[in-house]
């Protein structure tokens, strides 16, 4: 397995421990605060009682300055602002850089790539620098990340010919600044030196269509990208004069401290098949449900689906989606002959497509209209388990967006006539690659019939866990929080509900609920685990919680929060040198902080294995807090929580692809991406037990 893990972090220790500085009581523009007792022994007497501050901007002194020496390892965070400050100065002097510090402070880094002809925007390519203290060693630290690329429109603020709401950042004379947040108010005096940065929106009002997604191994191409910003800007005489940065470089975390998930842990479970008493397990979804069929298949006794669809597609839709459901498929691609079974055969269920529940519509732009009364009318049989199948014309890039809130809308009518769905893009049928969507799309209805693709190889344990995600919606300005996502920890589903980000007393509410019939069933339950998607308030998120454990009588019943970055970590990244890949073997963690962890989440189980280019994952960064504090310094519950979270990223049931984040985290941001779009605040029943979203 993986020997040592290269991380992008690179120790240092000061020139000097103790540093003279000037400091000021006025706060200011970018200045530097550090708390009165650090400065001098006697709070000044005119001062107002809120006042705790001395402010500094690191340079020499003017008028009314207190000159005070600081020891930097005493005074960490006014530390890190002073070296945040040293690379910007730094930075500021090399021609053509865009150089600023960013919304959380870290210093930012933008070099116009020049071989890029683009006559909309110039192209830039980003860096951030950040520093922390004795996350992996005993001191000071610069975790160096490249963030991608960022367009930079070559017209003016002054010369755009678009809403002024759809700017979000702009480039003024080398510094990036939020237009609504930060930007100095003299800057609107001169809008002809101000340039948009390019975001999702503004793309396709400029003409610039948006990229094909790139699958493909990051590691090789970040590990240069990052050792040729080392070479070229930091491991140099002038960079190491004010940041003396180790001799060795990037930091390498030794064997014994490189941890890896428990044996079998990738492993799932899948049917038992006619001659088999046990179910069979395989660590992949695709070849598991193909040799071995579901977990458990559906528990309706009757299936029927229905097409809605646009009247001129009626023969497309015979003749590729309809068909390969009823009959299988079988085709060429690229020379090579492929075939899929029908779904009964791969399902394991019975299921009727009768024409008569067909619903079609003439017009595009009257969709629901037509729709919508088709779908009330509809006489459903009892026992009967509805799936509708939406052929949709409208391209996901389409920018029309009134053209996708009718797609919401249907939706939402759906859960409440308690009929799923299934969309699938008209475009996509045509397309002889259609093959390999079958299995994903198959695999979805299944779990949206209630049956049970396939689940965790774990022991069953007396604990519930809790996911929490989010999505924030653009259109509505609001974060939006998917919960309570609940699952045993054997990756059973038992439901979920949905609130916005702000209603904190609603999800202690949802998870109060949870929580009570879990209790129901398992009456010597040992914990509660909550995977969140950000690090969790104590006071606004997880004193709730606790208060309704208190409610029913369990307040001595631990919670333990696993906190799960929603993004895979570009900030911290790790390499295995020892390998052509440079990626670390699937289930590899380490230690990046106090109780924090990075796991490398993939499908590299072997040095021989196979891994696609969807799989190539960044790893994901993990926090442990927990209501009983001494619990996370115990090695064999964090391995078992990193363990979980490791499993339950394997029980995505609406792709055979290995996902990196955890189900608990990425099923609510599914559902919070399409629940602000519904009219009603509140989602029906059926819909808080369905898994709808897939």
Known sequence: MTNTV??????????????????????????????????????????????????????????????????????????????????????????????????????????????????????????????QYGKVSGGFELVLSYNGTSKILKKSFNDIEFPSDVVNLLNCNGVIYSYEHNMPEEYKQQMENLYPVVNNTMMPLVGIPFPEPVFENRYPKYLKILNDFYNTYLNTNAFKSIIPLSTDGFVNVSRGKVFQTSDQSNELLFGKGWDNKENQTNINPGKGMYVHGPYKPCPH???????????????????????????????????????????????????????????????????????????????????????????????????????????????????????????????????????????????????????????????????IVIGVGAFYSVSKKKKFVGSAFCFSNEGRFEGFDCFGADETEMLAGSIRDAVDKFIEKNKDAKRVIIHFYKVISSEKELKPIMRMLGKLGKQDLPVIVVTINKTESKELLGFDLSNGKKMPYSGTYVRVGFNQYLLFNNTYYTYSSTVSDKEHHFPIKISITSSVPHMVEDIYLVRDLIDQVYQFSRMYWKSVSQQNLPVTIKYPEMVAQIYPHFEDEKLPDFGKENLWFL
């Open 6 to 131: 290269q991380l992008n972090i690179i120790p240092f220790v000061p020139n000097e421990k103790e540093v003279e500085f000037a400091f000021y009581s006025n706060k200011m523009p970018d200045y530097a605060s550090i708390h009165w007792q650090n400065v001098t022994d006697k709070r000044p007497e005119e001062w107002e009682p809120s006042q705790q501050f001395f402010y500094t901007n690191f340079k020499p002194a003017t008028e009314g300055a207190i000159i005070k020496k600081i020891d930097l390892t005493q005074c960490i965070e006014f530390g890190q602002h002073y070296f945040r400050y040293l690379i910007l100065d730094y930075f500021k002097k090399i021609d053509g850089t865009i150089i600023f510090p960013n919304f959380v402070k870290d210093v930012e880094i933008w070099f116009k790539d020049n071989n890029s002809n683009n006559h909309i925007y110039n192209l830039y390519h980003n860096y951030t620098i950040k520093i």
């Open 301 to 463: 006794p009757h299936v029927k689906f229905l097409f809605i669809y646009h009247k001129p597609d009626g023969k497309l839709i015979a003749d590729t989606i309809h068909k390969y459901f009823a009959d299988g498929y079988k085709g060429t691609i690229n020379g090579k002959e492929k075939k899929f079974k029908r779904m009964k055969w791969y399902i394991k269920q019975h299921f009727d497509m009768p024409k008569n529940l067909s619903i079609s519509f003439e017009n595009i732009e009257t969709l629901y209209d037509e729709v919508a009364p088709q779908i009330k009318a509809l006489a459903k049989q009892p026992n009967t388990r509805y799936v509708a199948i939406y052929i949709s014309p409208i391209a996901k890039d389409d920018p029309d967006e009134t053209k996708h809130h009718v797609y919401y809308k249907l939706k939402e009518l759906l859960l409440n006539e308690q009929i799923t769905s299934q969309v699938i893009y008209r475009d996509h049928l045509s397309k002889e690659e259609f093959y390999y969507f079958l299995p994903n799309i198959e695999i979805a209805m299944l779990a949206k019939i209630d049956g049970i693709p396939w689940r965790l190889n774990r022991t069953k344990a007396d604990e």
